[in-house]
């Protein structure tokens, strides 16, 4: 069944298919990451995670709800292919807030 949305259509159709794409690359890639640092604000299209080891990080998902100053714990694993350009990208499996940012960061 296909329904014809003009140039939404193809954005839904491409959307999709790279959400696939990234779905399948990312499980051929599966060394486990785990590190501690702080959200940034240095991201335009993904979250962006500044680990303690100074590494710029672009979360893939489940980050959305986190803001910049939390300090959090990440375990994922590299994705191979993403729409996020800031920096290398994790693809988070697990997300924990260890302190939230300071109020009127």
């Not at 069944?1 to 690359?25: D, E, Q």
């Not at 335009?44 to 714990?73: H, I, W």
Request: hydrophobic residues 40%; contains cysteine; aromatic residues 4%.
């Amino acid at each position: 069944m296909n329904f014809w949305l003009g140039n939404r259509h193809v954005k839904i159709v491409a959307t999709s298919a790279m959400v696939l794409m990234l779905g399948a690359c990312s499980t051929l890639n599966r060394d486990s990451i785990t590190a501690t640092g702080e959200i940034t604000d240095q991201g335009q299209e993904c979250v962006t995670f500044r680990a303690n080891d100074g590494t710029l990080y672009a979360l893939a998902n489940k980050a959305s709800g986190f803001r910049p100053g939390d300090r959090v714990r990440v375990t994922g694993h590299s994705a191979l292919m993403t729409t996020c350009r800031e920096a290398s990208t994790l693809i988070v499996d697990k997300i924990t807030l260890l302190v939230p940012a300071k109020t009127g960061q």
